[in-house]
Structures are given as structure tokens and as C-alpha cells.
């Protein structure tokens, strides 16, 4: 059985930092493609940064330069830093997985996710 526990959400100001972690437990975290999404308060969830299997990385253009994905095997965790965060960035983050090469953009390519932690960004 497959579990992501995401940690590390809360309130930053404006202009700030916050460091996201996802722990895969059940397989090596390098079985999978990961993903963060987030959901912003009444709207749809939304892709903010992918890794392939390969290392290879994706991001968007409302978050490129400011959040880095990475991953350490060693702990078996994925790590989202965003930086320079905004009150537009408030929402609940999650992470993904897939045993894809690359999940890409579509959520619905990812077969398991975590539970959400919420980042709210004040101004």
C-alpha cells in the first residue's frame, strides 16, 4: 500500500518562504513520477511543479523561478520550496504519484495523492 504524507505547510507573509515534503511510503520514491498540485479557495486544483522519474522538471509560468521540486532517495521524500510566495499562491498543496515515466500536467495521471496541507500567504 502506497501512503504520501505531505508536512511543512502554514502562514508565511508575503515575500517569504516555505519548504513542502511529501514521504512516499510502500515503494522507493524513484518508482514514480511526483507532482505537486495545488487547490486555491473556490477554484479548480492546479498542476505547480512535476519531476519525472528521470529527474526531469516541469513548472508553470505563475510559479517558474519561484518553486523548485526536488527529491532525496535516500529519505524517500519529495520536497516543494516556493519562495518570493504571493497571497495569489494560498491553497491547499497535495502531492501526487505515478508509475509513469512522467505525469505531466493531468491529475488525472496520477494514482495516488496525499492528504493536503494548507499554505495561506498574508499580505
Known amino acids: 500500500q502506497v501512503q504520501l504524507v505531505e508536512s511543512g505547510g502554514g502562514l508565511v507573509q508575503a515575500g517569504g518562504s516555505l519548504r513542502l515534503s511529501c514521504t512516499v511510503s510502500?515503494?522507493?520514491?524513484?518508482?514514480?513520477?511526483m507532482a505537486w498540485f495545488r487547490q486555491p479557495p473556490g477554484k479548480e486544483r492546479e498542476l505547480v511543479a512535476a519531476?519525472?522519474?528521470?529527474?526531469?522538471?516541469y513548472y508553470p509560468d505563475s510559479v517558474k523561478g519561484r518553486f523548485t521540486i526536488s527529491r532525496d532517495n535516500t529519505k524517500n521524500t519529495v520536497y516543494l520550496q516556493m519562495n518570493s510566495l504571493k497571497p495569489e499562491d494560498t491553497a491547499i498543496y497535495s502531492c501526487?504519484?505515478?508509475?509513469?515515466?512522467?505525469?505531466?500536467?493531468?491529475?488525472?495521471?496520477?494514482?495516488?495523492w496525499g492528504q493536503g496541507t494548507q499554505v495561506t500567504v498574508s499580505s
Open positions: 519531476l519525472s522519474r528521470t529527474g526531469g522538471t
Open positions: 501526487a504519484a505515478t508509475t509513469w515515466w512522467f505525469g505531466g500536467t493531468d491529475e488525472g495521471q496520477y494514482e495516488y
Open positions: 510502500g515503494r522507493t520514491v524513484m518508482s514514480y513520477s
